[in-house]
Structures are given as structure tokens and as C-alpha cells.
């Protein structure tokens, strides 16, 4: 695990080159039109050290829909917030059915299996409601001082047709409040899920975001402790067994680090103690993962020996 | 990452002093007469470090039921013999639902989600029965040269329990059969899988044995390459999404290393680079695990700072 | 099948004393206050034969709400106006599980299984809404003319406490808006749905409103052919095989007549070419039929021997 | 309901002609070998009225392997022989789902929804032979005291060619008996099972043998009472409601009386007080069922205007 900065960089570029050969891989998210119109040869990489090295290729500059990956942030706040408490109205397992699949959440009561799925977001959701006067607004204001960078923003675009949409994550969001794990109305709960969902950020600004994740819980850029070292390390160890939805197992069988996906083709992981990464490539498969982002990841990790395993 | 011998040693020992005082907790397995009758007052503890270091507190020097700890050694066996044509019969991915349950099964055509869960296991057994003459001596010889020690066995009595009161088990077989998905026949599928569930051994053997897989592979007793770094990272990835049954994630989100555990009452577990470790406590969680390996294991993994997080 | 009209009258008048002994059975729905202040000692029965005779007993002219016997009378307008075609949307099978369960409705793609379970009756009231500029008003004439009385309506409170409560049907309608099976707005449906649930009707008028059922589709009132004698047919056996939820089967088999029942505690029922029967107990057992209703009908087909079988 | 013998004997003639131009449709069972080789050409009917009036078109006459019509003759004589204690070990409702799935009966711990699928006609299998010295000498018995004709016996091709790939049915088994549904040895409750399901009946015997249901429990040909006239009543509704696997609500629907299908493609059917039916027509429908059966018998329900409902 001892890579040089050069050899690192020499690595991702030859893989970058070789990788671009292969976009357009999968299909892009059409459930809403707004996400379908993206081009489906948007490939960007970022790469940042704990030394800080900053590597990026490709659209990696570009902002993209990160969607799912918003679970990741909001989870965060929660976690920060109310410590093990969260655990109260959702669990830590990986799901092992589709990733808005109402049937376990029926038979489980309305418990969703854990906080990347997308009936555990809305329990998030709706806590950082109960703890937030304005949560998209703190929720913005945390990507920011993550990332440094304040022009974070949501589309309105895609909250308007995420809503618009939304009546499969409507289904899940009333069968909770059947089994009274939604506190607020559902119409405020899938209103702030849908404006997370809808935030728009770069590949640079993603890798930048899961630095803490990789520094014990200590946001480099402002020194603050966001997690505690074992909060961190569990929130890693979640993010390994359910980040990629009914993939994480394949996923972390190839290529073996925490990550978390988005289906507008993002895909944020990490290595603690050594780096983060962030790809974005729009052509997904079958199970809602960007395929290109996988297929990269798994070479990234084989060619440079990190891993966590 | 860097604890001294001495500082291992010492924080061991106070924790097993610690958690000495809790033995009995959980309730032994008694679905055959063999297991029930196990002192659910035992409990053992072994590390081994790569630099040699061996550590054995209580029953470790006692053998007992490994059970689905078997699934590990024999999952290796086929891997090694057989690479990523193992996945054309079964999945890697968590079961979401519990260890036997013959639902997701059904749903998904015979094909089990992962090795480490009994169908999975069995389809493994199949093909330990294609790949060899005499497939348990090869199981069992596999054993002597991991551990050193060629005293390793299964217990008569347990094997002929386990197959009498096998029902849920031969209706998972059969039901792969009628998917096409067994290929022997079930009786002597079930035979086999029953004699590797029944190998009994100790908490220090079982260090020893899986020191491989925190060695890239290599079996430190022989100098043998058993599987390729990739193939290791890959098989340790697999323990951490599925090795404990359906409580993976929250293990991994506890404990934060591979493991695999048996409803004999052991856990092994391994910390890349660093160390193996075996508890035993026969007494079990509402999920089939040992409660006191679990507890043990969490606080193991946050006094002495290792994790692969 | 030839019972006097005397001997009929002091069949159900004996009946009636010795079931009105066992009031108080069961539980009062209590999903919704409105529901749950009902006096669970109420009970009442009401007969009526094709040759005219009117039989009632006890809180016969007793208004309560009809909830899911208004199935009844939605689907036979719906399939007065589609015929056949209502089955491209719906099925015709027993639901084998819950009536208010989702894991079906996911696994068939958002078909219900037939239009007495609730999913199936808000697809009907999705056609209803197509079919009739004011639907509300059509089923309410359609009922003011089955039993000739003009003051059938709605309750308002119970109304607005289904909708105040009504995540779980959310649910179900949102998944089925989701698969493309709901074409009105979701809150157009539930709210012409729960109106429908909130109908008041007397033992009295049941009887009469589903006399055309036992009469090949003719409205003795009105001498008007409301389903061809095919489609009444096919609606009491409809009835027979899904009528009472989960307990279909069971109520077949001790029964052995055509009915529909609701959570209200009515349940009504035919022999066909015989009469009509409607009996009122809030009492409900674990399925949701009444209790008192399912015993009095058992005894009351064994003891005047009308029975279709 | 007061055809002359006459006129039926000319609607169910021509009724025959007009179908015979039908013969082939759907696809003969092949999940063995020895059904897979019937001609898909063969087409037989029987009527028998209560006045014994006896009518055969076509392969009346030909035996076929009766396949699960079995079950209605076993189910008979354990219901006999035990009464309602029957019912402790298994229900009376439909199953909603595949005729042989394992889901519903692991969900309802081993307790299958009614004998007439596979499960349950397993559980009855199960009590004849605690009930029975000889189960299968006293079934074939049964069986020829119900017809007059004691040549009927069990295809020992078929038998052991269900045997051999009776995978499926195994796992039912053997998962039934993890729950203590079954008492005796797998092994022996397949055989006889098997045995059971390869009886050979032609469609005048099988419109014979079920003239008691028809008749109120008495066997027509001893004038011996089988079962009291209430639990023949409640035979015919279990028939209704559940003796077409998964189609019994649109059979009941389309058809209107109380019938039992085989994988044979034969269908034994009957309308209480007034005659009985069998069809053979070896192709079925995606559900199991005969496709010329079916559509046979929904017109000669509807132009003889005879029907329960």
C-alpha cells in the first residue's frame, strides 16, 4: 500500500485512456425524462490522496445528478446527529431484493433493511426533518463544507420530474407510515428525498466530499471531526455490505472497497488511510449500477493493489 | 496497525478475563440431540499473528462442532480447483432472508445466493463430488496440511444426528435437483455435507487454518500457494457480506472483519496482513451466532484499533 | 329446495334467539375511530325469497357501514359497462393472502387478483371515474334503485377517517399507479374509493339490493336486466371463490353460498333462485369477517338445507 | 334445471363435434417420459345424469392416467374416515400462488392450504397410511366399488418415472416433515403418493365414480353412504374453490361447478342433484389444466343452462 504519487497517476491515466474506449456501456436511467437525456458517453474520474494529490480525467469536472449517492450525505447527518439512536427504525443489512422492493419492508414491518436503500432514506429524511429547521438547506451547507465549494446546488428539473414520477417510492413511503415509521406527511417526506436525489455535483467534488470517510471522520479541509473514528469505520463497513443496492456482494467481491453508486451513473468509494475516488459514467446495468464505473473500479483496485482486503 | 506483541497479548487477556464473566449467554443449538448436549459455560479464544505470535486463552485447546465453518474450507477447495467457473452454479451475493429458507431459493431457479449459506454449500459439496475420488479424505487432508495437525476429524455421532433430523436441508437439495442445479444425487450430496458440517476442531487449529487468507494465499505451515492474492482478497470480501448468515451486515458493521461462523458455537475471523482469530461459545443469538464470539469479537476489534476500515 | 314460507320464517326467528345469545363475539374494527365506537352487541339479520317474503330481526333496520360490500355493487356497475374488458386489468383468482397485502400485487405487476380485495376495488373506481362524470352519484342512484329507498348515502366521518388513515391503501394505489394500472390521480381514486367504503345501509335494504343476483340480473323492482343471466352467473361464483378475503375457502365450505362481507360487520349473501340474505355483527374474527354473521349463515344453510352444492 | 334426456344427449353430441375440430390444443404434460408420449389427439367426454342416463363421445373409454383427479378420491376417503380432524393438519383455502410451491408452504409452516395441491394431497397420503393397513390395495378398492369395474389399477411405467424425477415433490415433502407435518418416512409417503397420482381411469369411469358427490355421499351402485350428505355438500365447494390449482376462480367463473383436473389432461366434474362429467384432452393451458376440457366445459355449462350459481 505504498504507492508513489507518479506510479498512481501513470496508473489511472493509462486506465482512463483504456476505459474510454469502452463508454456507452449499459443504459442510461430513463424512468424520468430528465435523467434520460444525458449522453451516454460521459466518462469522468477523480482520484484524491490523503496526501492530497488530486487527480482527475474526463468529465470529471462536469456536474452530474449524484442521486442515490445523496444517501450517503444525508445518512451522515443522521448518523452525526443521533449516534446509534438511528438504528431504532432501520437496520444494517444488506437487503437482498430489489432496491424499491416493497415486499421485505411488508414483512419486515416497515423496517427498511438499511440507510442506502431508498425506503431507508426517507426514515433519514424524515428524522433530519425532526432534527433540521431547514434540512436541504443544511444538507447543502454540509456539501460544501465538504467540498469547499458553495455553487452545490440541487436541479430543478429533476425534482420536478422525480416527483412527478415518484409513485413507486410513494408506495414505500405510505406503507411505512402504515407501519408508523414515517413521523411527517408523506408529501414532505418524498418532497425533501426527491430535492437530494436531485443534487448535482462533479466527480472532483465527490472525491473531495468522502475524504472524512478516509481520515478517521475529520473533514481535512476544516479539520472538524464529522464522525467519530468508530462511527466512521462502521458507516464504512455499511456502505462495503449495501452501498451498490442487490450488488454490493459482487461488487465487493471485485473490487473490494466501501463505495456508494447513484443511478445517474456516479459512483463514490474509498480506501481509508489512502484515497477516495469518484467515477461518473451514465450506462448502467441491470441492477441500477453504472457498468463502466464498476468495470473501472475493479482494474483501479487490481492495478494498484489497494484494497482493503 | 502496529500493536506490539506484548500490548496484543495483555489487551487479550483482560478481555477474555472481561467476557469470561458472561459465558452463558445465548442458547446452545439443540435442532439434533448431539449439539444440545454441548457445557454452554465453554468458551475459547485464539489469535495468531503473521509474525507467528500464538495466543490461546480458555477452551481454545477444545474441539468442538465447526459446523458451517466447514462451508470456508470447502468453498476454498472448489475455488482453487475450479477459479470463477464457481459462479456459474451459485451467487456472491448476502441472502437477505434466512439461512435455510427455501423462498428466495424457489424465486431464484436454484441458484443460491452465496457459498456460505447451506444451499450454497451443497451445490459446493456437488461439486467437491465431481472433483475428486474421495472428496471428504481431500477435505479432511486439506485440514491436516492447514493446520499441522492430522488428528482432525468428524464426529460419527453428529454426522448420523445431523442426517436424521436433516429435513429442511434435503428439501433445499431437492428443490436445487428439480432446478437442474444438483447433479449427484441428493442422498449422497447430503451425506458428504453433513461429514464436513461434523469435522470438530479447536480455536487454535482453526487460526492456524485460515492463516492463508491473511497471507495473498499462501499457507505459511507449507509455503504453498492455496489461492492467488486476488482469489483471497475476493474469498475475504465474501466472508464480510455473507459469512454471518443473515447478520452479516450488522457484523461487519460491528466488527469490521471477515468471518465465518457455525451454529456449534465458533467464529473465525482474520485482519489482512496482521492476524487470524477463533472464538468458541456454544451459546447463540436469535440468528443462529455465537452472542458471546460477537461481543468479544466487537470489543476485540476497537481496543485493539485493527480493522480493515 | 322447497321450504314454506312458514317454515322458513320459523327457522331464522328460532336461529336468530340463539345466536343473538352468542353476541359480543370477536373484535370491533378499530382502524378508525369512526368504526371503533360501534356497539359491538348489535346484531341483525334480514332474509328475503324470490316469491317476495321479508324476513328481519333484531337491528335489521339498523343503518351501519357496508365498507367492502360496496365492491359488490362498483364491480357490477363497472362490469354492466365494460363486460369482459374489466378483466384486462384485474384478475379473477382468490388472493391466497391478506387483503390489504402488497407482496402480491408487486410479484403481478400491479394486477389485483380480483375486485374484492381493496387493490382490485380501486381499479374499479378507476374505471368508474372514466365510465361516469359524477361516479359517487351513479353508485348511490344505482343503490337507490336496487332497494327502492332514496336515502342511501354516504357518512362523512367514517369518510374522512378512512382517507386520515388510509396509508396502507395509499400504498397499494401508488404501487399500482406505478405499473401503469391506476390512469387517475391517486388522490381522485382513494377519495372516491373510501367514499364508497363509508356507504350506510340497513340489513333491510342488502337484502333487497343484491335480490337481482339470486334473479338471473333482473332488478325485481324495476324489471330492469342489470347483468345478462351469463354475467350474474359468473358474479356469485365470482363471489363464492373471493368474496370473504383470506376466509373464501373456509366460508365455501361451511357455507356454501355466493356473499361478500366488510369490515363493518354486514355480510350478504344468495341462493340463487331462492333469496337473499344480509346479517350485521361488528364482532370481526382475525380475517375480518364477522364472527356472529359466519356462525348464524353456517347454521342457517344446515338447517333449511338451501345450499347451491 | 330440467333438461330431457334427449336434448342433452343432442348438445352434448354436437357440442362434441364442434370441439373434436378443436383437438391439440395446449401442450401434453412432458416432466416425464412416459406422459410426454400421449397423442395430443385424444379426446374423450362422458356425461351421467342422475337417472342414469349414460352418455360417450370420443376416447370415453380409453384410460388415461388420472394424475391429481387422484387426490379427490383420497381426500375422500381420509375426510370419511377421520371427519373434520382432518382439517388439523391442513386448510381449506386456495393457494394463490403455483400449484407446487414451496413459498407458501414455508410461510405457513408446513401446513398446506387444501388437499388438492400437491402438499396437501401429501398430507392425506400421510393419514391413510397410518389409517390403512394397505393404503394403496384400499384406494384401487375405493375406487372399484365407485365404478363396478374392478380392472382399475396404477401405470407402473408412470409411477416410476415419477419417482425418478420427483425432485420437487420430494422437497415438499421433506419440508413438510421439518415442520412435523408428516409422520411417516418420505420415502413411503412419495411412493404412495406416486402410486396414487398413476391410477388409469377412463372418462365413463371417473363420470361414474363421482356420482356420489353428486348424489348427496351415496354411492349409487351399493347405495352405500361415503360421506353424509353435509360433507359432501362441503366437498363440492372445497372442489369449487380450490380444485383447478391456481385457475379455480376463472374455472368457476367460466364453468360455474365443482370439478378436479390432472396433469393427465383429464377433468371430472359435477352439478349436484343432476349429473356428472369427465373430460380428457391430453393439452393444457400454461396453468396445468386441460385447454379443450376448459373450453368444453364452458359451453356445455352455458347451452344446457346448467349451474350452481
Not at 17 to 36: F, H, M, N, Q
Not at 152 to 159: H, L, Q
Not at 195 to 219: D, H, K, P, Y
Amino acid at each position: 500500500m505504498s504507492l508513489s504519487q507518479q506510479t498512481l497517476s501513470e496508473i489511472v491515466g493509462t486506465l482512463f485512456t483504456e476505459y474510454s474506449r469502452k463508454r456507452g456501456r449499459g443504459k442510461v436511467a430513463d424512468y424520468i425524462p430528465a435523467l434520460g437525456k444525458v449522453d451516454p458517453q460521459r466518462f469522468g474520474v477523480a482520484v484524491q490522496t490523503l496526501s492530497a494529490q488530486k487527480l482527475s480525467f474526463g468529465d470529471a469536472e462536469e456536474p452530474f445528478s449524484i442521486q442515490s449517492i445523496s444517501k450517503l450525505f444525508a445518512f451522515t447527518m443522521a448518523f452525526a446527529e443521533r449516534g446509534e439512536k438511528v438504528w431504532e427504525r432501520l437496520g444494517k443489512e444488506p437487503s437482498g431484493t430489489s432496491f424499491n422492493s416493497l415486499f421485505q419492508l411488508e414483512a419486515e414491518n416497515g423496517i427498511p433493511r438499511n440507510p442506502f436503500i431508498n425506503a431507508g432514506a426517507m426514515v433519514i429524511t424524515d428524522m433530519l426533518i425532526d432534527d433540521f429547521d431547514d434540512p436541504m438547506f443544511e444538507l447543502l451547507s454540509f456539501l460544501h463544507n465538504l467540498t469547499g465549494c458553495n455553487t452545490i446546488d440541487y436541479d430543478e428539473e429533476v425534482y420536478r420530474s422525480e416527483l412527478a414520477y415518484g409513485s413507486r417510492n410513494a408506495a414505500l413511503c405510505y406503507l411505512m407510515k402504515s407501519f408508523g415509521n414515517i413521523h411527517h406527511s408523506v408529501r414532505k417526506v418524498l418532497d425533501l428525498y426527491f430535492m437530494q436525489c436531485s443534487i448535482r455535483m462533479t466527480c472532483t467534488e465527490l472525491a473531495q466530499a468522502v475524504q472524512f470517510l478516509a481520515c478517521s471522520g475529520i473533514n481535512p479541509l476544516t479539520r472538524t471531526q464529522l464522525l467519530t473514528a468508530s462511527q466512521t469505520k462502521r458507516t464504512n463497513a455499511l456502505m462495503l455490505t449495501t452501498g451498490l443496492y442487490n450488488e454490493a456482494g459482487d461488487f465487493a467481491f471485485r473490487v473490494g472497497i466501501p463505495a456508494k453508486s447513484g443511478v445517474g451513473g456516479g459512483i463514490v468509494g474509498l480506501i481509508p488511510s489512502e484515497l477516495t475516488v469518484a467515477t461518473w459514467s451514465p450506462g448502467l446495468n441491470a441492477l441500477g449500477n453504472s457498468q463502466l464505473g464498476i468495470d473501472f473500479l475493479e482494474e483501479f483496485t487490481t492495478r494498484t493493489g489497494l484494497s482493503i482486503f
